[in-house]
Structures are given as C-alpha cells and as structure tokens.
C-alpha cells in the first residue's frame, strides 16, 4: 500500500461548480497534513494545512478524519485559475521530518 | 534573490557520466528535502537533512545516489554512472524548523537532468 494514496483524475468541472478531492494515508501516527498545488511546469507551492478540526481559508476547506486516515479538500465555485494539480501531503510521525507527497489529483476547470 | 536556488536549470549528460546538482535554501531554512519528479509523477522523497545532519536516507534510490550539506546551508546531490531511468527533475525545497517541527516547505525551479 503507498503511504498517501490519491484519485489522479483527471477531473474535468465546470467553472462554479464544486469539486471535492480525497487523499488516504496509511501511517496512522503522522502528524502533520497539507494540500499543496502544482500548476503544470511549475514547483509545488502550499496551498493550505489541514488541521484536526476542520480549516477554511476562502473557497477551499480542509478536513481530516484521523479514524479513517483520510484528508479532503473542497473547493467551492472553482474558478478558471484552480486548475492545477493537487497534491496531498503527509509528515511522518513526531520526530521524523520526512514529508510524502501524493502523486496528486489533477483539476482542469472548463468554461 | 530570496528564493531557493538550483543549479544547474538543465542538465544534459551521457549515460555512465557523474552529475552533480546544487541547492542553495533559503537563508535561516534549517531543514532541506530533495525529491525528484519523473514526466507526469508525483514527488518521490529522496532524502532530507536537518542542519547538516540527514535524519532519513531512505527515499535514495540506490547506493549511486549520495547527497551532502555542509554549514547548514548549500547541498549537493551527487549521481554516479548515471542511467536513463535517472532522467527526472530534481527538486530541492527548504523550511525553517521551530522546535524540530518544519513548516511550509519552499521548492525551487528544479535541475532538469536527461540521460541519453
């Protein structure tokens, strides 16, 4: 099993529409969760963190649920500009720095 | 600029060549990662260093990869007797750590490697 699992996609929305990505991780004492994005040709930039409760920063939230060990990110009325790649990123357990990327989900954003 | 550097942009070698490939963090950054990306991949870890030291080797993929990181600051990535599976972008990202706990990671434009 990989240590962060993710949908590649590729999805295809229509602009204004809502579009949820869901990403696995199977070290169950990882400490730390992120969302990065990737535009194509381009180094991955952070997007958001993801924090046990549940965080909003705009149009996008992300959620963690600990017991399934899985992440999401919701971005609502998506915009030309979000079509990217979306990486899910996990850090290894307390003491080991070691960040995995997902190999990503990639979002095309349609007129 | 302020930026994390990589050099070089691109490099292009013959197959059993050695290549090296430089980092240069951002200033203060305590933590730096290597990791590479093959045509339409996700990241693969490579290795990471805390200062000078590197606490997690395990994403290298074979004993021709070797990395170091002197004074806390530039790192290399040494390949040895390159093969064409090699070819990839080399990504370097740098953090600052608080409390041994490292933050939003920094990538930098990448090295381009292609092994004819």
């Known amino acids: 099993r990989k240590e962060v699992e993710q949908d590649p996609g590729p999805f295809n929305v229509p602009e204004g529409a809502t579009v949820a990505f869901n990403c696995t991780y199977s070290?169950?004492?990882?400490?730390?969760f992120f969302w990065y994005r990737q535009d194509c040709r381009k180094e991955p930039k952070l997007l958001m963190s993801?924090?046990?409760s549940g965080n909003e920063d705009g149009r996008f939230t992300a959620q963690l649920n600990r017991a399934s060990q899985y992440i999401s990110l919701l971005i609502r009325d998506s915009k030309l500009s979000d079509s990217a790649t979306y990486l899910c990123?996990?850090?290894?357990?307390?003491?080991?720095?070691?960040?995995?990327f997902g190999t990503g989900t990639r979002l095309t954003i349609i007129p | 600029g302020a930026g994390v550097s990589q050099s070089p942009s691109n490099k292009v070698t013959e197959k059993g060549k050695d290549v090296e490939l430089r980092c240069d963090p951002i200033?203060?950054?305590?933590?730096l990662y290597w990791y590479r990306q093959s045509l339409g991949q996700g990241l693969e870890f490579l290795i990471y260093?805390?200062?000078?030291?590197?606490?997690?080797k395990s994403g290298l993929p074979s004993d021709r990869f070797s990395a170091e990181r002197t004074g806390g600051s530039v790192s290399t990535l040494t390949i040895q007797r390159t093969q064409q599976e090699d070819s990839a972008v080399y990504l370097c990202?740098?953090?600052?750590?608080?409390?041994?706990?490292?933050?939003?990671?920094?990538f930098g434009e990448g090295s381009r490697l292609t092994v004819l």
């Open positions: 990202a740098s953090s600052f750590a608080l409390a041994g706990v490292a933050g939003e990671l920094f």
């Open positions: 070290n169950s004492a990882s400490q730390s």
């Open positions: 993801v924090y046990s």
């Open positions: 990123v996990v850090r290894g357990e307390f003491g080991n720095e070691k960040l995995t």
């Open positions: 200033s203060g950054h305590t933590a």
């Open positions: 260093f805390q200062g000078n030291s590197a606490p997690d």
